[in-house]
């Protein structure tokens, strides 16, 4: 009788024990706000958009001058963010309170509230700024749900939003020779606007 009451015990402990365990993570989960925290104002995102009408407008000056332009504009933390809501708020994308920080490392982090599967759900993803043939994409090297991989089909969902939000092809059209710095808290984009 002894040993079965002890077993009992031991059986009620380790099932508390893992209550209280469950209990901490999804806490945690609920709780955390992971990744950047970017504070964007009206005056950010009328900078962010004037760079990149000005960008616009060299590969406009190209053409009418027939003479390249240089162009080179650098974006902050909160541009970026401004930016890439905006685009998300335009295509009705189902995402929104995204957060970018570029880093010295060449990539830029960030968080975004995503609506999966019909549930908000906090996000964070790591990007990596590439050019090819004077394209500027943004690979998304990571992402996950809190600090939790997504599944399969979930995660495609998500990384579907992050990628169209970050979109910055139609916006960099006409730059060639096209380069693309990061430093902590900004994003430097330079190139050359042609004419044709």
């Keep these: 009788m002894k040993a ?9 402990a380790t099932l508390l024990l ?23 104002s009206e005056t950010d995102n009328q900078s962010g958009r004037a760079k990149v ?3 616009t407008s060299a590969v406009a000056a190209a053409q009418r001058t027939g003479r390249p332009q240089q162009v080179s504009e650098t974006f902050t933390d909160a541009e970026l963010s401004s930016l890439a809501n905006d685009q998300a708020q335009a295509r009705s ?9 570029a880093t ?10 995503a609506n999966a599967g019909g549930q908000q ?5 790591q990007l990596v700024p590439q050019v090819q043939n004077d394209i500027l994409g943004l690979q998304v090297r990571q992402i996950s749900l809190a600090s939790f991989p997504l599944p399969g089909p979930l995660a495609d969902q998500v990384l579907e939003q992050v990628r169209q939000a970050v979109d910055v092809r139609p916006s960099l059209g006409g730059l060639h020779q096209l380069r693309v710095t990061t430093a902590e808290g900004s994003l430097t984009v330079t190139g050359v606007a042609q004419p044709s």
């Design 4 to 12: 079965s009451s002890g077993r009992g015990r031991l059986a009620l």
């Design 18 to 40: 893992l209550l209280v365990v469950a209990g901490v993570v999804a806490w945690q989960f609920t709780h955390s706000q992971p990744g950047p925290s970017v504070q964007g």
């Design 53 to 55: 009408a000005a960008m």
């Design 93 to 101: 994308l189902p995402i929104d309170q995204i957060a970018l920080h």
């Design 104 to 113: 010295g490392q060449g990539v830029i982090d960030g968080r975004a509230r």
């Design 121 to 125: 759900v906090p996000v964070t993803f």
